[in-house]
């Protein structure tokens, strides 16, 4: 049996890369530091997974599953070692802690003599994160080892599109290792960073130049979902899957998703009946009520959400560099301002900034636009019609083209 590592027992790691390696016919073993689960993946050997489909769930059963203490670096390193697959879905913050522990499985496997290489999909939420782990599992290696991970170790970014909220509490109480997905399954992969011959695993799509799916997956979906979230707040929704079925939102965001598809598509040549094709199938993905995805975990933290190279800001650029007008991206980057429920932090110090010291201090605080005059007048007139309490179809007939 193929063996499989997935380090993280998480929502992302169960339901979707898991799932994965098992519709692969891998054996899998999961790394986690939450002992119950790992105790519970030790005990049951599967777990299952809740496809939604229209009004109910299909289930599917991910079997000769194992866990494996976060704590013990011996049994990592012996897994590691003998690993034909791997993948990362712990957290961007996560990775630091899981540098020393993966250098011990690279330097088991350097001792065995192991010359297959080892692909290690690195599903963390960061531009780059593949290059940051490289690095600081690194400061772990000596020379030599170091020479090895080069030669042997390929740390591979994906593109994560499939939604895997929170499981429904009356469907965790009745298995704590359930996950609920939606059916989207699709995993595009940096075809160039492979090592050797590239595994076949179900549903991944290797593709290059891989920055496209990058792009696709921050100006297209995590933009067009965080600004589903902040107009719906403006509209007083608690789930997702509301905004999305308001015409009103839903209209934004369509308009905002043809923009970013028009850049994309003279970024790179990609036919743009392709990619709105994709953003009419992202808003229907949206409005999976079943998903069960709130209005505040979607939006939450928008010092990231609204940063300088993140979906709204990137987007912007990208629209500008290629004479579009980013008109309703930046209405949803205005909305983002107005964003902050409480026991967000990160959101209430940023709307609390551009409403005590202006909306040009705020995007030149935190979203790196301080030299564009019309750019920001625009995000300001956006702003300012919401504060004071401007109809969405008002606002809507006011991006004008410029």
Partial sequence: MKKAIMYGAGNIG???IGQLFHMSGYDISFIDVNMAVV???NSDGQYPVYVTDKDGYKEYTVTGVHGINGRDNE???EAIADADIMAT???VNILKFIAAPFAGGVRRRMEKGVEA???VIICENMI???????????ENLNEAECEYFDTHIALVEPSIGRMVPATPKEISEQNPLAVCVEPYCELPVDKNAFKGEIPEIKNMVPFAPFDFFIRRKLFMHNMSHALTSYFGALKGYTYIWEAAGDAEVKLMALRALTES????SKEYGVPLDELLCFSENLINRFENKLLGDTIERVGRDTKRKLSENDRFVGAIRLCKKHGIAPMNILAGLAAGLHFGPEGDDSSIEIRNDAKENGVAHA????????????LVARIESVYNSIAEGAKMSDIISSLQIY
């Avoid at 593949?130 to 690194?138: L, Q």
């Fill in 14 to 16: 169960r339901g979707f």
């Fill in 89 to 91: 879905a712990v957290g």
């Fill in 261 to 264: 598809s028009r850049a994309l």
């Fill in 75 to 77: 049994a990592i390193a």
């Fill in 117 to 119: 290489p080892l692909n």
């Fill in 363 to 374: 995007l030149s605080t935190w979203c790196g636009i301080d030299g564009d005059a019309e």
């Fill in 128 to 138: 780059e994160a593949d290059k940051y782990f490289a690095s600081i599992v690194k």
């Fill in 39 to 41: 105790d519970k993946l």
